[in-house]
Nanobody, 125 residues
Framework: QLRLVESGGGLVQPGESLRLSCVAS????????VGWFRQAPGKKREGISC????????HYVDSVKGRFTISRDNAKNTVYLQMNSLTPEDSAIYYC??????????????????WGQGTQVTVSS
């Protein structure tokens, strides 16, 4: 069974960077698309980025476009989210999730069938 573990979160100041990792075990990530989601306190979970099976296609929502970069290393069974120029509005729990298909800009949670437990990102001065 596929298990996803996120890491790399923490407390940073505005303008700083973090790189999140999503490591899979129990199954290869190579045949799965992966999305990153986040949930801020009091808000619904939202999808922010996704990557196709071999990394040839990526998508970002407008709020993170130009600041965040999603990538993957299938040999390491890992997907990354490089987050630059962080702002307090980026504070949230960040989750990765897998899908058997790449849906581009669609982030309906029903399309993603395996989820990690999340990693906390806090941006504060």
């Amino acid at each position: 069974q596929l298990r996803l573990v996120e890491s790399g979160g923490g407390l940073v100041q505005p303008g700083e960077s973090l790189r999140l990792s999503c490591v899979a075990s129990g199954k290869s990530l190579g045949q799965l698309a992966v999305g990153w989601f986040r949930q801020a306190p009091g808000k619904k979970r939202e999808g922010i980025s996704c990557i196709s099976m071999y990394g040839t296609s990526t998508h970002y929502v407008d709020s993170v476009k130009g600041r965040f970069t999603i990538s993957r290393d299938n040999a390491k069974n890992t997907v990354y989210l490089q987050m630059n120029s962080l702002t307090p509005e980026d504070s949230a729990i960040y989750y990765c999730a897998t899908s058997v298909a790449y849906f581009g800009g669609s982030y309906y949670e029903i399309e993603y069938d395996n989820w990690g437990q999340g990693t906390q990102v806090t941006v504060s001065s």
